[in-house]
């Protein structure tokens, strides 16, 4: 049976170099705090677009719009040709839930008309999505949190995060207070939520006073909600006949599938930049650990004099590297949960919410103990090559 040391040896080996250990335990938590983030991060991106998906939802827009509802325009009566012609579509309490929306990125600006504060006079870029009553049959998720539903031409609704998105206090949006753009002024009248979904960084107004202030025609999109595979088909079949309204239908699914794709590229930094911040703390931490052996060097040599195996020797050092990773890991952590939980991120017209998760918490935290694995192995190499003899005489 193989001898190992105690335990205790790793732990009090710790304490003998108290500046060095404390450097390499930060460098852990750092780490692990930076991989919580950028995994929380990756993952509130994609769970607000796939949490904005519905799986009964199709989109009807125009096939010239190169499937962006913000560039496309289709007629307002789509949405009454749909829920007259197509036999598939959901009725909730009698109601087709058909939704026509105008989607529309804007200039805003905070308060009525000549209030006099900087915050009124600064226009800031957001969303803004023109709706009927409908839309609430259609988007499932959203919820009125606070206040009511609009109910009429001069009033709104804002989502839980457009004051983040709009980088303002959340009293500006408050039920209460007054929001101008493209021209008019609204009052909010109530405050919504979604979670895990872009809906909350919006702003909802009455469709009809929208497309008069935008000076349009005709509308971005209808959202429709249908039966089973068989209402897409449809659905489909309807858009295909239909030529002279020049639609496109795509599933909601594959809509916002195709937008968080678009953000590939800046997970893939999230990612690269987590990576090289853990090799360098990997580099950082087995740099450390080969300088602790080589100090010890006659240390090492008398404990295998005294019987102890270089597997021995290896275990301490894994086990010393460990527990230095697991506490950095666990500090990291700590400061990610209170730095991170409940922040929210803007991006593009949007804004969602960190997804500060069980997996983003086991990603930092099996980060941290993999810089305290890997960073042993230089050291774990030098002490089984160590020649006891020489490094007895302190050559």
């Not at 539903?149 to 609704?157: G, Q």
């Not at 009293?171 to 101008?180: E, H, I, K, N, S």
């Not at 590297?321 to 939980?341: E, I, K, M, Q, T």
Request: proline letters at 4%; one cysteine or more.
């Amino acid at each position: 049976m193989r001898r190992l040391l105690p335990f205790d040896y790793a732990v009090l080996n710790l304490a003998r170099r108290p500046a060095r250990t404390l450097l390499t335990a930060f460098s852990c938590a750092l780490v692990a705090g930076l991989l919580v983030a950028s995994t929380a991060f990756v993952r509130g991106l994609e769970r607000s677009y796939a949490g904005t998906a519905e799986p009964d939802t199709a989109i009807l827009l125009n096939a010239a719009s190169m499937k962006d509802v913000v560039r496309s325009a289709v007629a307002l009566a789509v949405a009454d040709h749909v829920a007259a012609d197509v036999a598939t579509v959901k009725k909730i309490d009698g109601e087709p839930a058909v939704s026509p929306e105008i989607h529309l990125a804007t200039w805003l600006r905070v308060g009525g008309a000549g209030g006099g504060s900087d915050l009124a006079d600064e226009p800031k870029a957001g969303f803004v999505r023109g709706v009927t009553s409908r839309a609430f049959l259609v988007h499932p998720a959203v919820t009125l949190i606070d206040g009511r539903p609009a109910e009429s031409d001069d009033e709104v609704i804002v989502g839980r995060l457009a004051a983040d998105r709009l980088e303002v206090p959340a009293a500006a949006l408050a039920p209460g207070q007054r929001l101008r753009f493209e021209g008019g002024e609204f009052t909010i009248v109530g405050t919504f939520a979604a979670p895990g979904t872009t809906f909350e960084a919006e702003v909802w107004a009455p469709l009809q006073r929208l497309k008069g202030l935008s000076k349009r025609d005709d509308i971005s999109a209808v959202f429709v909600r249908v039966e089973g595979a068989a209402g897409f088909r449809e659905l489909e079949h309807f858009a295909a006949r239909r030529r002279d309204l020049e639609l496109l239908c795509m599933t909601s699914a594959s809509y916002y599938g195709e937008l968080a794709a678009y953000f590939g590229p800046l997970r893939l930094l999230a990612w690269s930049m987590a990576v090289l911040i853990g090799l360098a703390a990997l580099l950082t931490g087995a740099n450390t650990l080969n300088a602790a052996v080589q100090e010890r060097t006659k240390e090492l040599a008398t404990l295998r004099t005294l019987g102890y195996r270089g597997f021995a020797l290896v275990t301490a050092l894994l086990q010393e590297s460990l527990v230095l990773a697991a506490a950095g890991g666990l500090l990291g952590l700590l400061l990610a949960r209170v730095a991170l939980a409940g922040s929210s991120v803007r991006l593009a017209m949007s804004a969602f919410t960190l997804a500060v998760d069980s997996t983003s918490i086991t990603t930092g935290l099996a980060g941290a103990l993999a810089l305290g694995l890997l960073g042993t192995l230089p050291a774990a190499m030098r002490v089984l090559r160590l020649p006891v003899a020489r490094a007895l005489q302190g050559e």
